[in-house]
């Protein structure tokens, strides 16, 4: 006896091959998505995927692509790998996401000590006139830049706002070289108060 055939719906991909296409993520909020996914990571103490990476870009984890995968274009993965790493540098042995303040410059601004800081600090300034001239993106000087940060205590740079910075590395005019320049060599203004006295 014969059993009937029938025919099987092609399955095509397996469900956990499919990738969302790079057209279909927003490049406005990729940033934002991607910083609150490496958020979780310390929130949620993955360990394991932090210190993936932590690796070099040659030693290609399943965390690494994951990361690359918020990348809205293709351009633009290893850029998103690269700042995973410097978050992950960063959040070494941390138990609690600190998602940044301002601009690179701004937190180059903060190494040093009382009373030498920026660009009063020989240091500070030598590492920022490192990165601003460079034509491709200075990445063994951001990674000097967040080791000092870190080492320091102070606040990185908002890390939504690294991302937007560096895809804009090599735009004309260099917007944010000379952002960057601007936020580490411009004095705080202090709001004065209604008597004439400075805060």
Do not use: C
Request: net charge positive.
């Amino acid at each position: 006896m014969t059993l009937p055939l029938f025919e099987l719906p092609d399955p095509g991909a397996p469900p956990d091959a499919e990738q969302t296409p790079p057209a279909d993520i927003d490049p406005a909020t990729a940033p934002l998505r991607y910083v609150a996914w490496l958020g979780s990571l310390v929130h949620t103490h993955q360990y394991g995927k932090l210190a993936d990476l932590r690796r070099p870009a040659t030693a290609d984890s399943p965390t690494h692509f994951e990361a690359r995968a918020f990348a809205p274009t293709e351009e633009h993965r290893a850029l998103y790998r690269q700042v995973g790493f410097l978050f992950a540098r960063y959040h070494a042995g941390r138990t609690r996401p600190h998602y940044g303040r301002g601009s690179l410059g701004s937190a180059i601004r903060s190494i040093g000590y009382d009373g030498a800081r920026g660009p009063a600090n020989p240091s500070a300034e030598r590492l920022m006139m490192r990165i601003l001239p460079s034509r491709p993106i200075p990445w063994r000087h951001l990674q000097h830049a967040i080791e000092r940060i870190r080492a320091g205590e102070t606040t990185p740079p908002a890390w939504s706002e690294l991302i937007t910075d560096l895809t804009q590395w090599t735009e004309r005019g260099r917007p944010t070289s000379q952002k960057w320049g601007d936020d580490f060599y411009t004095r705080r203004r202090t709001t004065p108060r209604p008597n004439g006295a400075a805060k």
